[in-house]
């Protein structure tokens, strides 16, 4: 299934690109979807329904990060007010540490609720209180570093206890804490299937299992450029964004093997691929299929990349301008090419703006956010 603004989806999710941590279902079978800054919507599978600070959800710069506690509240992010849990009747607004910037929210195996800030500290709810670790605290299982430094963290299915900021993990063990340093940095932490936990540094996914570390290079099948992030899809497996070739591409591990998706395999820059494609996007192999497409579902937006099969993006997007039906959808050309005059050639084809690859993710953010409004 998909959806469109139209149908009640906001049109910012599709701007937002979130990670699927933004995404959730929850265990009544209801969807989450958090918006950069206008709420919350949730989809009980027949309607969709957006929560504001009207419903008490706390004012936010963006919401992130659901997560649903043991007694079945849902609770959310948002940034620079706080936490906001939903008790499946009300919203109420949460401020542990007398600090409002809260980034990794997570459970332990306990099931108590988790988060960090920032500053280095960290605050744990029970189910009735809020009890907070100072920087110092964490300092002793981190090291000096973490001073300073925001935090996420982890809890595998064996219970152990992960912290990390983007210089240091830690494993706490009964014994004590097990710090890990990569000079490139450590970020992320998702368990697989099989019980390893992954990271990455800015060109390497790091894989942690049975006590060795493995880094993951273009030789194993991975990227072979920079890595910007990751995030865990719903059957387990992990994704890597990054670049590879020089293009914007996507790293799969399933299983032992990895995969790496680029626009030849059918992703038109499709960053943060699970999110995206739940938040309502519309694929198309080839440009007759992309106009055929268009013309049918008339879409909030089109990504178009120039290099299509059967019929070119710059013909794509003089039809669709041609038509009465599309010429009002606004047309973003990504394309390899990066000589000068490709830009104006684009815009000649109809094109509404431009977008060289490769590029980082918050640059499609910024377009989508130009065109695209609620």
């Known amino acids: 299934m998909s959806w469109r603004a139209a149908d009640g989806l906001a049109g910012t999710v599709a701007r937002s690109l979130l990670p699927s941590a933004h995404i959730f279902q929850a265990s009544d079978g209801a969807l989450w979807v958090a918006t950069p800054d206008q709420g919350v919507l949730r989809f009980d599978g027949t309607e969709w329904r957006l929560f504001t600070t009207a419903d008490g959800l706390a004012a936010a710069e963006a919401y992130i990060n659901f997560v649903e506690t043991r007694d079945g509240a849902l609770w959310v992010t948002c940034l620079g007010e706080g936490l906001s849990r939903f008790d499946g009747e009300r919203w109420t607004i949460h401020k542990p540490m007398d600090v409002v910037w809260f980034v990794g929210v997570w459970l332990s195996q306990d099931g108590d609720l988790w988060t960090g800030v920032p500053s280095g500290r960290l605050a744990r709810f029970d189910g009735r209180d809020w009890q907070t670790y100072s920087a110092d605290q964490v300092q002793q299982i981190l090291g000096p570093s973490s001073r300073g430094r925001r935090l996420d963290g982890m809890v595998t299915s064996d219970g152990v206890f992960w912290l990390s900021t983007d210089e240091v993990a830690a494993r706490l063990d009964p014994a004590g804490p097990t710090r890990y340093r990569h000079p490139d940095g450590l970020f992320g932490g998702f368990e697989d299937p099989a019980g390893g936990v992954w990271f990455h540094t800015d060109h390497l996914a790091v894989h942690h299992r049975d006590g060795e570390w493995i880094g993951h290079t ?77 013309l049918a579902e008339i879409p909030d937006l089109i990504l178009l990349d120039i290099q299509l099969p059967k019929l070119s993006g710059y013909d794509v997007g003089r039809q669709l301008k041609a038509d009465q039906s599309t010429k009002e959808i606004p047309i973003i050309a990504i394309t390899s090419y990066a000589l000068d005059g490709d830009d104006s050639k684009a815009l000649e084809a109809g094109c509404d703006d431009y977008i060289a690859k490769p590029y980082r993710p918050n640059v499609l953010r910024e377009r989508l956010a130009k065109f695209l409004v609620s």
């Open 218 to 294: 273009a030789a194993d099948g991975f990227l072979d450029g920079e890595v910007y992030g990751a995030w865990q899809a719903a059957n387990g497996d992990v994704w890597f964004v990054g670049t590879h070739s020089g293009e914007t591409a996507v790293a799969r591990r399933s299983g032992e093997r990895w995969r790496v998706y680029t626009t030849a395999d059918g992703l038109i820059d499709r960053i943060y691929v699970d999110a995206v494609t739940d938040s309502g996007l519309i694929e198309a192999v080839d440009g007759e299929e992309g106009v055929k497409t268009a």
